[in-house]
């Protein structure tokens, strides 16, 4: 019919046919495709009618039980469905800082900065996943005063299962040849925080320090210690400044105790940097 349409258009741009003619051929042609439209249009309303009978998940995850049997009584009504699909790859854990600590983690996420999370197990034995931080909430709970930030973690092995609890590690920095000493040995009085350390003289003298971050049984010094410098970590009730101390060698072996005027003293304990101390009395 298109053929025949350019036909007449040829011949009628030479005069050989009327104008009635091409416009009945271009009538025709119209009315052609309409039909051909129309019979599309029931071909496309077949199709989706046929997609009613085909169920398809809207997502890839994890299904639950069914909630429907074969032969159960259904209404179109129903709001729980036939089974619930949570997705597992990936999969995102919500968990909550501090207020206080609120900025160490904004503005590195402001930044642009990928911060690490790792999520553990109720015991913080097992490594579970490893994932990055995507957002943060935009406001902060007064019943708690925490503010509430989700991870995700690609979670390929499905270590992670939906509603688990985990306990969440966030790297907010990374502190480069740092100072660390165990938190045992931080003392904390009147005259702010300190520790007690034991110098050459196997004395006991008080050092005034600034703490950082600290984790587990570790604490990070920011200001006051140098590495090497060793601290006393128990017995630090009886301890003065100036006051002996006796260190013990790892074979458990006591060296000669040290003499001071007025009496030789005596104690047992452990002693080098991040060890423990022992003090005499």
Do not use: C
């Not at 249009?41 to 049997?69: C, F």
């Not at 490893?130 to 499905?158: C, H, M, W, Y």
Request: no cysteine; proline share 5%; charged share 25%.
């Amino acid at each position: 019919m298109r053929a025949d349409l350019e036909r007449f258009q040829q011949l009628s741009g030479q005069a050989l046919i009327s104008s009635q003619q091409l416009e009945a051929q271009q009538a025709l042609v119209a009315d052609r495709e309409g039909a051909q439209a129309a019979y599309q249009a029931q071909v496309d309303d077949a199709r989706r009618q046929l997609a009613y009978t085909k169920i398809e998940a809207p997502i890839a995850g994890r299904l639950g039980l069914r909630q429907v049997d074969a032969g159960n009584f259904i209404r179109s009504s129903d709001t729980k469905g036939l089974v619930v699909i949570t997705q597992t790859r990936p999969m995102a854990v919500a968990f909550t800082v501090p207020e206080m600590d609120l900025r160490q983690v904004v503005e590195p996420l402001r930044a642009g900065e990928q911060m690490p999370v790792e999520a553990w197990d109720r015991n913080e034995q097992t490594l579970l996943a490893s994932g990055v931080l995507r957002t943060v909430d935009n406001q902060i709970d007064l019943t708690t005063g925490t503010l509430r930030l989700k991870a995700e973690f690609p979670n390929a092995d499905e270590r992670l299962f939906p509603n688990q609890f985990v306990n969440v590690r966030l790297r907010v920095r990374t502190l480069v040849k740092a100072v660390v000493i165990p938190s045992a040995a931080v003392q904390f009085g009147s005259r702010g925080t300190y520790v007690f350390l034991v110098n050459e003289k196997n004395e006991a003298t008080v050092r005034d320090i600034v703490i950082g971050p600290s984790e587990g049984a570790m604490q990070s010094i920011t200001k006051g210690l140098e590495g090497g410098e060793r601290v006393v970590i128990e017995g630090v009730d009886r301890l003065r400044e100036g006051r002996l101390v006796v260190m013990v060698e790892k074979d458990g072996q006591n060296p000669p105790p040290p003499t001071a005027p007025g009496g030789m003293t005596k104690g047992s304990g452990k002693g080098g940097k991040g060890g423990k101390g022992g003090a005499t009395k």
